[in-house]
């Protein structure tokens, strides 16, 4: 793809995206639930994020200004290579700052600096299905939905506490919406389902190899599955941040010698930047100049 | 409480079936079934292996299509033909008003789940949210069917034959389910073994007031459990009647074969 | 003091630029001609219009020289460029009875009208490694004979004639687009063919393999394979008849089934069909063998739980972009959920040990 006039804004024909968008829109009228849709095949591999990928191009205005994470961080190889996709077939400003962006498109994390109304998120979802490792039949697992079947998700949650004195799941914790529609909120670490809820954001999940698109609108409930006597409770390591002192951000643990001796430090760059710019520092960090 | 057959007959079946009938190609499954099941009434089917018992158990339980007849069940809104239900709207009845005991527990259990894990599902199904609730229940269950309470954290896989049955059954019967379809619930397991399966399902009936199908070849079965008996050959439901009457007075030449065979084992 | 990974942006440039120097290779070495593959890597070729479902030798072999001969790649590259095509309209249904032959076997009848032709076949060459070819020299010229003109009608029609096999349903109902409509199970049988025509070839020969070896036996005979043109006709509203626009080469097999009968179907044989692009005789076989096995239901046979017969599981993973995109996207970091594993893990490990102290 190197004659970019030969493509379309944003790479999809406008009767991809407005197929897209109805998809989207009837996500954002039924929370949680999946909505199947004709995904394309995008010049990128399925699995590294063609479904946020089309989200995001059927999203996408000229004016919008774009931040895409990958791990919380912007500089990750896959983040940087959706990014470029994009200021390629559609020209768009792009951004690091959470709070300058209109869409944010992300991979296993929620940015930790609070999103605002008129902000949307993409996630790129790998299996939407929550129910798929107990039951690997989707014609099964639709009826499932269509039900309310969900007893086989809170077996699963009792075989944790009863083998392990409480909830084994750490990402990709499975969430009710709004009463009705279990959903996968992607991998991202439960510490980050909280952040789910009543967020003011729309949310938008694509998964493009299961050809699926769901949706948050903003606001929304969204309960993490548990049991009354063993409460979720969201978790990080135990620590700081190492470069800006943040207590109570999402930690990246980097292992830096072969000691033993290691480090904990923001998964979301951005957010851990701007606390150094303005002038927190961590054990193990270096005062930054202000920006 | 009267019991007695005559009382229940004054209420409103719970199922009834009409002219029910299933072919697998030109050969007959079942044909031409007719019965009222009334509410605490319990059901024999007997019948050799090929007779079309357990065709008819599939068909009523909604795991088989009928190709003619109706199947009516008394629905907490009302009668309903289950044959004609969308399959959404059978599957909340499998998992609410029903329950559906197989030959082999495998079929029945969730074998990579802990005993407690499989009692309590059906619990969880409807709404239970208490672990430690649902950890109680599961244990008073097992306890009914006598499985010993240290052994609720460990799979069925570890289970003997007789113990996967029983934990089976108290799977099934947690919710109270208001009609149960056995499938040749002693099938498989050592006489001795039987015995105790059996004792134990006399108690449960008679306690929870069961309504139930058994479908079962052993006559020691039904003349335990069942209040009345259908005797099915090539598909066809030869002889019915109350249980005692029919084992006791035989009219077709088939039941007393069958009846004649048993007294001499 | 650590600062965090940078340089995403710098190491993707480079690793592009790296890839691009070793797909040339040597640059003593000639340099390998788009023509050079499409004419003598035909096969190839052919694989990746098929599974690309694009009919392009060209863009085909262009793809195959970019993806440097990994015809996985070479598929996604070309499936890549046909999502963004437009539209412009239907073929007329292609008529395979009017096929243009270079080769045309049926296992079930000797001769036939038409006839059996050989074609370029490897079929009954012997698997000796040629060392001729790897000096170059000129090819001497194979024997020719002239083409015949004769109708070469297919085996199943003739079959037909008698009852013996099953007539397939005719409609006029528009068939549904794969690449259009999200694939929803249970499906119907236009939908399943596609699928398989441009699922991998590797995944479905295995599956057709499977069956006969007896997970979902069918009795498959081939009752005839043939591969030639066909012309493409398109009908333009403006002028209310159909112009031909062009020919595609074709490969089809239609099996010729044991079928004991139904309650509603005397015994008679049924079929399973196959219709790839280009020469591509495994697929076609192939896919005829997996496409009867499908057919369990609507011919009211035994589900005996082979792979094969299960449509959920054949289809939801024939396709090779998918299997392959989601297969090798577990090499991209997953630092945060492995993060969350590693701190349950601990804790689940704390907690146990401090339980065994306690009950020491």
């Known amino acids: 793809m190197t004659d970019q006039s030969a493509y379309n804004f944003a790479y999809l024909d406008e009767q991809t995206k407005r197929m897209i968008r109805r998809a989207i829109l009837k996500g954002v009228a039924i929370p949680g639930y999946q909505v199947p849709f004709a995904s394309r095949e995008m010049p990128m591999p399925y699995g590294w994020g063609t479904g946020g990928v089309q989200v995001t191009a059927a999203c996408l205005v000229p004016e919008d200004r774009l931040k895409v994470i990958d791990q919380g961080a912007d500089d990750t190889t896959n983040a940087v290579s959706i990014r470029r996709f994009f200021q390629r077939t559609a020209g768009v400003a792009v951004t690091e700052a959470t709070e300058e962006a209109t869409v944010i498109q992300t991979r296993h994390r929620i940015p930790e600096t609070p999103l605002t109304e008129g902000q949307i998120l993409v996630y790129q979802v790998p299996i939407p299905e929550p129910l798929r490792f107990l039951e690997p039949r989707e014609t099964e697992t639709r009826k499932m939905h269509e039900l309310e079947d969900y007893g086989l998700m809170h077996v699963k949650l009792y075989e944790d506490i009863s083998r392990h004195g409480q909830i084994a799941t750490a990402y990709d914790y499975p969430v009710k919406v709004e009463g009705r529609y279990v959903m996968d909120p992607s991998p991202i670490p439960k510490f980050d389902n909280p952040k789910l809820v009543g967020n003011a954001a729309i949310q938008l999940f694509g998964a493009g190899r299961e050809q699926r698109i769901y949706a948050l609108p903003p606001y929304s409930e969204a309960i993490s599955l548990d049991f009354e006597d063993y409460p979720f409770a969201a978790s990080k390591a135990d620590h700081a941040c190492d470069l800006c002192a943040a207590p109570d951000s999402y930690l990246d643990e980097v292992i830096t010698d072969d000691q033993g001796s290691r480090m904990f430090v923001c998964s979301d760059t951005d957010f851990c930047a701007s606390r150094r710019k303005a002038g927190h520092v961590g054990p193990m960090g270096t005062p930054m100049a202000g920006g | ?265 | 003091m650590y600062v965090a990974v940078k340089g995403g942006e710098k190491a993707i440039d480079a690793a592009h630029a790296w890839l691009a120097e070793e797909r040339r290779g040597d640059p003593s070495v000639a340099e390998l001609s788009v023509a050079q593959i499409r004419q003598q890597l035909a096969l190839a070729v052919n694989r990746v219009m098929a599974e690309g479902s694009l009919y392009d030798p060209d863009l085909a072999a262009l793809a195959i020289k970019q993806a440097r001969g990994d015809l996985i790649e070479a598929i996604f590259l070309i499936r890549a460029y046909r999502t963004t095509l437009p539209r412009l309209g239907a073929s007329a249904p292609l008529e395979t009875a009017q096929m243009a032959i270079t080769r045309r076997i049926s296992a079930t009848f000797k001769d036939l009208p038409g006839g059996q032709i050989l074609g370029p076949t490897f079929d009954y060459t012997h698997r000796l490694l040629d060392f001729k070819l790897a000096a170059e020299g000129e090819v001497p010229a194979a024997p020719t004979a002239p083409a015949s003109l004769d109708a070469v009608p297919h085996v199943t029609a003739m079959l037909n004639r008698d009852g013996l096999i099953q007539t397939e349903a005719e409609g006029n109902a528009t068939p549904p687009d794969l690449t259009r409509e999200p694939m929803e199970i249970p499906t119907t049988r236009p939908l399943r063919l596609q699928a398989i025509t441009r699922g991998d070839e590797g995944f479905i020969l295995s599956m057709a393999y499977s069956t006969q070896r007896g997970y979902g036996r069918t009795h498959a005979f081939v009752g005839e394979l043939r591969i030639g043109t066909v012309a493409v006709e398109m009908e333009i509203p403006e002028l209310g008849f159909s112009v031909e626009i062009g020919e595609v080469e074709l490969t089809e097999c239609e099996t010729v089934n044991q079928f004991k009968g139904s309650k509603t179907e005397p015994p008679q044989f049924t079929r399973g069909y196959g219709l790839v692009f280009g020469q591509t005789e495994r697929k076609a076989i192939a896919m005829s063998l997996v496409d009867r096995a499908l057919r369990w239901k609507e011919l009211g046979e035994d589900n005996t739980g082979a792979p094969a017969q299960d449509e959920e599981f054949v289809l939801m993973h024939a396709d090779n972009i998918q299997a392959t995109g989601f297969l090798e996207h577990i090499k991209l970091p997953h630092y945060v959920d492995f993060q969350a594993e590693l701190e349950l893990v601990r804790k689940l490990r704390r907690e146990a040990l401090a339980h065994g102290e306690a009950a020491e």
């Not at chain 2, 619930?185 to 449960?204: E, H, I, K």
């Open chain 2, 1 to 265: 409480m009267d019991t007695s057959i005559w009382a229940k007959m004054k209420t409103q079946p719970l199922l009834s079936v009409r002219d029910l009938s299933k072919f697998y190609g030109g050969r007959i499954g079942c044909a031409d079934v007719n019965f009222d099941l009334f509410p605490g009434e319990v059901l024999g089917i007997v019948g050799e292996s090929g007779s079309g018992k357990s065709t008819l158990l599939s068909c009523l339980a909604g795991h088989l299509a009928p190709d003619r007849g109706e199947v009516i069940f008394a629905t907490t809104e009302g009668p309903r033909d289950t044959v004609l239900m969308a399959e959404a709207a059978r599957r909340r009845l499998a998992r609410t008003d029903w329950a559906y005991v197989h030959q082999n527990p495998r079929d029945g259990l969730r074998m990579g789940v802990s005993a407690g894990g499989n009692v309590g599902e059906r619990l969880m199904a409807v709404g239970a949210r208490h672990y430690g609730q649902i950890r109680e229940a599961a244990v008073d269950w097992l306890g009914r069917v006598e499985i010993a309470a240290d052994r609720v954290d460990d799979r069925p896989n570890a289970f003997s034959g007789g113990m996967q049955q029983r934990l089976q059954i108290a799977r099934n019967l947690v919710t109270g389910p208001r009609l149960v379809f056995m499938d040749e619930p002693t099938g498989g397991l050592d006489v001795s073994v039987q015995a105790r399966l059996l004792d134990l399902l006399r108690g449960l009936v008679r306690e929870m007031g069961l309504s139930a199908i058994i479908v079962t070849h052993d006559l020691a079965v039904v003349r335990l459990l069942a209040d009345r008996l259908m005797v099915m050959k090539g598909g066809y439901v030869v002889e019915q009647g109350l249980t005692d009457q029919v084992l006791d007075d035989p009219q077709h030449e088939y039941t007393q074969l069958l009846v004649s065979s048993v007294l001499q084992v």
